[in-house]
């Protein structure tokens, strides 16, 4: 059976670069992000209670109307919390199903989600990997990268689960604050969680 990983981390922690990182090192990672917004544009349980939640206006054929749909979320944790129970249930069942078609191939395998934690998907994986960065140099580079204002990028923070209370609950920490090198850091998580280290010369 497959060792199962969630990699989180706030916004700017640069998850997404060790979700690659794996990815090149042969780990497969469901990018939850992604499939997320992949299930919202063809999955009709999604898209059926989603237009009972905001009326028919909210997809224009199968596009899903990504404004209208933040307009409800931004900066409302009743509304944010509708649409989770919508989507996250989906999601979760797409994952298990993507874990399997997995297992076979894969000893180790793993699941970006910046929300992991607070989504429910702590149950779904063996460890939970923190990506953590300081809050300075997560803003910058979330505002580089979105071209955002500083503003925006914090209250987008503020809107996330604590970072010390998201390292407090994971069980392996990943620094990636523009100065510790990063690739031995995942080297050493994945020698350390693989049953077959000699795997990663296999592919």
């Known amino acids: 059976m497959a060792i199962k990983i969630g990699i989180t981390g706030g916004i700017g922690s640069g998850k997404s670069v060790v979700s690659r990182l794996l990815q090149v090192m042969g780990v497969p990672v469901y990018i939850s992000d992604v499939e997320t917004k992949r299930l919202m544009q063809t999955d009709g349980t999604i898209r059926q209670e989603l237009i009972a939640l905001l009326g028919e206006e909210l997809y224009d054929g199968n596009v899903l109307n990504k404004p209208m749909l933040s307009a409800y979320i931004f900066g409302h944790a009743a509304h944010a919390a509708q649409v989770n129970a919508i989507v996250h249930p989906r999601v979760k069942e797409d994952y298990r199903r993507w874990v399997k078609s997995m297992e076979a191939s894969s000893s180790l395998i793993g699941m970006e989600s910046a929300i992991l934690l607070e989504a429910g998907f702590r149950d779904e994986v063996d460890r939970v990997v923190?990506?953590?960065?300081?809050?300075?140099?997560?803003?910058?580079?979330?505002?580089?990268?979105?071209?955002?204002?500083?503003?925006?990028?914090?209250?987008?923070?503020?809107?996330?689960?604590?970072?010390?209370?998201?390292?407090?609950?994971?069980?392996?920490?990943?620094?990636n604050d523009g100065e510790t090198p990063l690739i031995p850091q995942v080297l050493t998580l994945i020698s350390s969680l693989s049953e077959n280290n000699d795997y990663l010369c296999a592919r």
């Open 130 to 175: 923190m990506v953590y960065a300081p809050r300075e140099v997560r803003i910058t580079r979330a505002v580089r990268r979105d071209a955002s204002t500083r503003e925006l990028i914090e209250k987008r923070i503020c809107s996330q689960m604590d970072e010390e209370e998201k390292r407090r609950l994971a069980d392996i920490i990943i620094v």
